[in-house]
Nanobody
């Protein structure tokens, strides 16, 4: 499976961005999809995940501000980010696998990452 993420950029605090990630290749292996992020000098952390049946999990830090969704017909996962804060600045990675957890991805793949920068 190959993942291609897009939609990152520079935005002021309080603004919004929408990330997209398209999966291609062995798409029959796609189960959970989701997003992680890594800020400079920090470890990669879980942001949100969504199962094939659209069961959703969010990190506490983004609940109420971020919305994850997926279009199974397009093998695409989205992350709508609102009320962005400077601490949301990071490289955002999409991922897919049999299970996405706070600890990482089980039997899956990672996208290349897209930079999100939130200015104060």
């Amino acid at each position: 499976v190959q993942l291609q993420a897009s939609g990152g950029g520079l935005v002021q605090a309080g603004g919004s961005l929408r990330l997209s990630c398209v999966a291609s290749g062995s798409v029959f292996k796609i189960f959970d999809m989701g997003w992680y992020r890594q800020a400079a000098g920090m470890q990669r952390e879980f942001v949100a995940s969504i199962t094939m049946n659209k069961f959703i999990n969010y990190a506490d830090s983004v609940k109420g501000r971020f919305t994850i969704s997926r279009d199974n017909t397009k093998n695409t996962v989205y992350l709508e980010m609102n009320s962005l804060k400077p601490e949301d600045t990071a490289i955002y990675y999409c991922a897919t696998g049999t299970e996405l957890t706070k600890e990482g991805v089980v039997s899956g793949a990672w996208g290349q990452g897209t930079q999100v920068t939130v200015s104060s």
